[in-house]
């Protein structure tokens, strides 16, 4: 019975044979997960595509000891086997095979405007630098993952600073709770309508209760009959 021949601590890609089955076609998917930005560390992609997950990014922070670093920095737990192989990733495949059946976890490293190139060391050995790119794909190792490493690193974050005004209108005049904008309130010393209105009711309420007065005492205050 054959061992799986996984992509791990000391190990190199498999060759391919001419048993092997022809590759099927690759497609782009959608990564998901956040990239570094501005060559902060190492971008680390998993393609779990073939295992009926998706394409996922992280980002191990600085520069990782190793490819093995990396991949766990980056929020992957990787499981081996009795010999030290990745046989997992993330729990993916579950269980870990223990015979080869034509796919293994393959390892890839690229440039940031480049393409995947298949590892010639373990992910033990490797020492990616920050820029890097570091590909994992669950495959018969004809292809890297299923995104190119532009795609993943267009993950990262940009994060986008509040510009001045930004809680203004659109003439730049904020407004109040009220709806008003500077220059509505009452100035010192000015009359509003209301109290003008009120002014008004007063001097005619005067009016009328004198006229009333006059009314009933024609000869007015200390008049005589």
Excluded: K
């Excluded at 995104?147 to 986008?160: G, I």
């Excluded at 209105?197 to 007015?220: K, N, S, W």
Aim: hydrophobic residues 40%; charged residues 20%; negative net charge.
């Amino acid at each position: 019975m054959l061992l799986l021949p996984l992509l791990a601590a000391g190990a190199t890609a498999l060759p391919l044979t001419a048993a092997a089955a022809a590759p099927a076609p690759v497609l782009t998917a959608v990564p998901t997960g956040e990239a570094c930005a501005d060559d902060a560390g190492v971008t680390v992609v998993v393609d779990l595509t073939d295992l009926g997950g998706e394409v996922e990014v992280g980002c191990a922070e600085g520069t990782p000891a190793s490819g093995a670093q990396a991949l766990a920095d980056a929020g992957f737990t990787d499981t081996r086997d009795s010999a030290q192989m990745i046989c997992a990733i993330d729990d993916l495949p579950n269980p870990c095979p223990t015979t080869f059946e034509g796919s293994w976890w393959s390892y890839w490293s690229a440039e940031a405007d480049g393409e995947w190139v298949a590892y010639e060391v373990g992910a033990d050995q490797s020492t990616p630098q920050p820029g890097a790119v570091e590909g994992w794909r669950y495959f018969d190792g004809s292809a890297g993952p299923t995104v190119t490493p532009a795609e993943a690193l267009a993950t990262a974050e940009v994060a986008q600073e509040d510009e001045p005004g930004d809680e203004t209108g659109s003439d730049g005049a904020a407004a109040d709770d009220a709806g008003t904008t500077p220059g509505d309130e009452d100035e010192p010393g000015s009359v509003t309508p209301l109290v003008l209105g009120a002014a008004l009711a007063v001097l005619l309420v005067a009016a009328v209760v004198g006229l009333t007065r006059r009314r009933r005492d024609p000869h007015g205050p200390g008049g005589q009959d």
